[in-house]
Each structure stands twice: as structure tokens, then as C-alpha cells.
């Protein structure tokens, strides 16, 4: 069954138009790490997958039910991490942990109890009195402790330290090494993204422009080096992104190696691979 | 069942004592039922359930309205599980007292549909639904027509269709407090976590509180921020002019204070009077004692502090930016300069408590007008000096007072003002005498404020 299914996807605020007709279909359970500049729709996107804020057009269908009226079957299925987590601040954790826990068949006390400990959020603490980091580990905890299959989270790490940041997603990958489970997670730190071998999709304009695994996007957009002569810095031609360093280096996307090298041969120049991490490629392409 | 005991448990959570003091109170109207059941009484109790069940309700209502999240609807059964407990709350609380004055004589079914209605305005007050104000206003327009409120109480008697339209307008108001319970409409804007402060305007009650009023709130909000930017526009210009910071500071700290924010705020309060006014001035009679007229009077213009406490706490870690543009010497000397800024606050107040007391003076004989308005000038200013001594010796609390801080001003203004206006009424040698102590009091209490801001660095904490 198809996991996730949104056609023509539309959400405007006002004028601006922020998911344009945006079509995306996650058939096979996996870990996606959904990339794109402030501002993109990132959070947008996520909240109207998830029918948390009404869309303009298109249709949205979780585990093949439409968004809008999801069964409780589904909605027991669906983790969410927002972005920032300023809810019930009056409650005490525990209290937190207890509402949410009376909603599930699947809660696991055992996994939350060990959570609490190991990430040390005081389950005898009111959340209003917790800091911005704890509150988000306490949303990473509630969601996860349904052991949901299709996990979504927005940002889930800005607000951790790099410990906290390290040992969630150990506690991700655990989970999400498990036959059917999707993990759907927008961030800005692609260091954790490439811990997490997530596939990436990019959300740019509206669209979500691909959605690759890592080793495929790697062989998408690529920087070389002209060894030899070098085209005047200006020089363009489709599929290469950007020129620099006095021409000799070339970022290009979707050009095949042959491409490359018989472009570079007019110069005069032989071509060599030069490695690009993924933040570079979301600099080049975000 | 166990989700329905949650959602049961919440506005136990939430306001503990609240919920205890509606629950004693109905307890207390089941005692006098069995002590004294006669028909007569059997009314008083549930009067007493109503009023108990519709603050209940109330309660309830600001909690789920709180939980009401558009993130909550994914949780399974949500919608259902609420639905459940609130029919099983019904059938308690009204379900149970109905049949209870049946059986002793009574109208069970007029007193079901009473309390129902008492328990839809009070859960509709509570989500914050602004029609819900009207409720409000039964007993005022009871009062003002007896006519009227003899011939509803006949209607409901002796009609047998009366007593349906209770639970039918019971019925559309929970319907429409559902809807308002249910809906997932877009939230405020938000940035990354990564590029907000926790502290942000943008998240939390204010958010919430912004996103939820209404297109004249929108409209008041919109006309007062417009206006405090072009206020802001000309203090930067004289900053520039001038090299003195003081004044932009002054409207970092008091946005709304200029001549076009104080007009403003005169205006809608004038409009508002001017309503309640025409509906008092309905009243038969002599008219509200002059003193009571103050009391509200020193209550409005001593908890317009409260409001300032309260923004003085969120704009605390913003006010890093004004320390290090500034420059000061030392962090207690930016405290002082801080707290010079807020005086300010204190002749805009009782400006609006003299605008209060002026329209409230076409309720007071003619006679006593000029005393109560110098009566009042004395209590204003008392109250203003009491609510900024209040909001400097509160500057540094971890946490902002809400409830307390409410009780605390609102007794010391109308206390304040109330005196100072029956004192100058009843002699003006005495008006003055008891004006000038209460003043002096209030100065006092003041500068024990001022002293104690200076005494210490200024906190740049977030409150939690």
C-alpha cells in the first residue's frame, strides 16, 4: 500500500504561494530527509501531509485514506515532531506522557521510561518550565514511544546539542532499521542526514524537485577539476551550475562524465572527480 | 474509557483549586437539597449547581481549548474520546440534578435545560468564543426589564414548547463551541527553532490569543501597531537628531505610548462605556453609588499594570540589544535607566482612569460630579504609583504572576480609588487629607520599587 500519496498539492498564505501543485509518492517504507531553504515550505509541506493546516488544492491520502478524515487505525500508524514545541505548558511531563499514552494501544512505557533517563528530561517538571531543547526531546520521545510506522519530524534536532543530536538519531536508525517504518524528517544539518543514510528530497519552489538516495545525488550534481587550460570564468553551458576558481572548477548537475570530459577537452583540459559533501550539493542546488 | 478519564482529569490538572471550589459548591448544593427539600430551595440549590457547573464548564473549556491543537487531532479517537466525556459530564452534572428536582417537585425538565444552557455558555466562554459575552448579559437585561424577566419565567412555567428552546439553544451553542474546539486553521507564522528565540511573540498564548480574535480585535491590533511604528519612526529620528536613545527606548518598553496610541485607547474605551452606559442609564432607580463607580474605576487603571508586568518579563531577553547599543557603565545602571523609562507609564494611566471617571459621571448626581472627579484624580494616581511599584519589584521573578497579580492590583486600585472619591464627597477637607495619604502611599511604594530595580543588574532571562 502506498504509503504516502499527495497530488497537485496547493498552499497559499495570501499571495504567496508556497507548495505549488506539489506531487510526491512514497511507496516502499524508508528514511527521507526533506531538504530546503528557510522559507521553502518545509514545515508547511509536513503540516498539510498531515492535515494540520487546510491546503488550497490537490489531495493528500495517508496509508491510502484521505488526510482530511484519516481512521484511527491510521492515525495510530503516524508519529509527528513539530517544529517547535510550545504546548501545554501548564503540564507536567509526566502528565504530558500519561494524556498521550491513554490514546494508543502500541504505547511503550518501557521505551519512554528509558528515554526520559538517558536524554534527562524531569518527567516531575511542568513542560513550560523545560528549555527549548528538553521540550524537543520530549516531543521526540512522544512520538516515538507509539512505535508509529510513518514518523515525521520537522527539525526535530535544531534545538539539541550535538550528544543529544547523536544519540536521537542512534535511537532514529533503531528504529527505523525495523521492516516497515518510514521516517520523513526536515533539517538543516546535513552532517546528520549523511549519519542517517537518508534518502534526499528537495523541496524548492513549491516542488519537490527529487527524491534520491544519497549515491545517486552524488553522481547528480558533481565537482571537477579542468587540469590544463580553463574557459574564461563566465563561461556557461547546460548543466553546469557554477565556475569557479578561474574556471578551473565546475560544479555540474544531470551532465554525464563523457559530457564533461568532451566540454573540458575544448580547453585543452582533462578533468579529475572532486569530492563534494552534502552540504556543498545543497549549497549548489538548495 | 481510560481517555475519557483523562480528558475528565485535565481541568483538574489545570485549575485544581478552581475546580475544587465548583465542586464544594455543588456538593454544598446537594447538602441543601437533603437538609431543607422544599420547592423553594430545591430552586436556590440548583441556582447554586448552575452557577458552580458554568464556571466547571468554563474551566474546561480554556483546557480543551488549550489541547485542541491541530497536532492533537492525530492522536486516535481524539474527537471521540471528547465527545464521550463531555456527554458523561452532562449526564452527571446535569443529567442527575434533573431527575433529583423531579422527584422533589420541581420542573426537572425546566431545570435541565437551565442548567444545559449554563453549561454551553460557560464551556463557550471558555474556548474564548466572543458571542459568548451575550450569555453574559441575561442577568443584566433580566434586571433592567422585570417586565420582561416575569414574562420568561411564565413562558418557561407554563408553555410546554419554552422549555425546548432552552436545550435547543443549549444544543447550537455546544455545537458551535465544538466546531470552534475542532477546527485546524493555519497557525501563527513560525521560523526555524533555529532562528527564534523561545521568548518569540509569535509562539505560545500570545500567538494563540492573536490568532484567535476576531476581525475587530485584528483591526484595533493592526490600527495600534501601525501607529506605535510611526511613534517609533520619529523617535528614531530624534534619536539620530539628538544621540539620545531615552525616548526610543521608552517605546520599546511602552509601545502604545504616544499622543496617537492614548487617543486611540481613549476612543475605544469611551465607545465601550458609552454602551455600558446606555445600557445602565436603562436601569430604574438612583444609579450606582459614586464610590462603586470609583472602585471600578482604580480596578481598571491599577491592572492596565498588570499587562505591563507581564510585557516587562517577555521583553526581557530582548533587552540585550538596547544594553549594548546603550552602552551603560555598568548592567544596574541600565536597570535604572530601564526603570526611569517606565514612570511614564504612570500619567497615561490615570489620564485613563480620569477618561473612565468622567464618563462614568454621567451616572453620579451633578452635584457630586467635581468631588468625584477630584477624588478620583487622587485614587488614579494612587492606583498607577501602586501598579508600577508592582511591576518594578516584580522585574526580576523568574515566572509572571497571573491570578495573584491580578487580585493584588485590582484590590489596591479600587480600594484606592473608591476611598479617595467617598472621602472628597463626603468632605473635601477629608477627600484631601485621605487623597494625599493615599498618594503618598502610593509614591512610596513606588520608589521602593524604583530602589529595589536599582539594586540589582537587570535580568535578561526569558520568564519560564
Redesign the interface.
Known sequence: MTILQANGLTKRFGAQVVLNALDWQIDEPRVIGLLGRNGAGKSTLIRCLLGLTPHDGGAVALYGHEVSAPPPQVLARIGYVPQSFDLFPWMKVQQYLRFHAAFYASWQPDLVSGLLGRWEVDAAKKIGELSQGQRQKLAIIRAIAPDPDLLLLDEPVASLDPQTRRLFLEELLKLTRRPGKTVIFSTHITTDLERSDAEIALLKGGKIQFSLTQDSLRERVRRVRLIGGAPDPHFRHPGLLRVGEGGTEWIVEQLPPQEVETLAARFGSTVEAAPMSLEDIFIEIG | M??V??WIK?PW??SFLGMLIMALLMVGAGVLLVLAPKAKMVWAALAIHAYALMFAALLSGMVYT??C???S??????R??LVHAMTLQALLLIGIPMVVAQWLGASGFIAGGALAMAAAFGLASGTGAKWAILFWLVPVVLGIWPEFRAQVVAALRDSPIAPLLLYAFAALVVRLTWQRLIA????A????????S?TDMR??VEALQAQQAGKFGKWLLGLQHGFSSIAFEGALKRVERSRSIDHALQLMLLPNLHWRGLLLEILTTAVFLSIMLLIINQQPGKGPPPSMLASYVGLLTAIRFQQLHRAMLLIRPSLVDAYFTLGPSSAREYAGLVARNLWKSVPAAVLFGMVLMAGACALIAPAQRTEAMIGAAFGTTASALIGLGYVWITLDVPRAFNLLGVMILGIAGSMSCSLAVAATIADPVAGLIAGGFLVAFGLGFALRGYRHVRQFALNFDAP?
Open positions: 481510560f481517555m478519564w483523562q485535565l490538572q489545570r488549550s489541547i491543537r491541530p497536532e487531532h492525530l492522536l486516535p479517537g481524539f471521540r474520546s485546524i486553521r493555519d497557525g507564522p513560525t521560523l526555524s527553532p533555529a532562528d527564534v523561545p509562539y505560545g519560564t
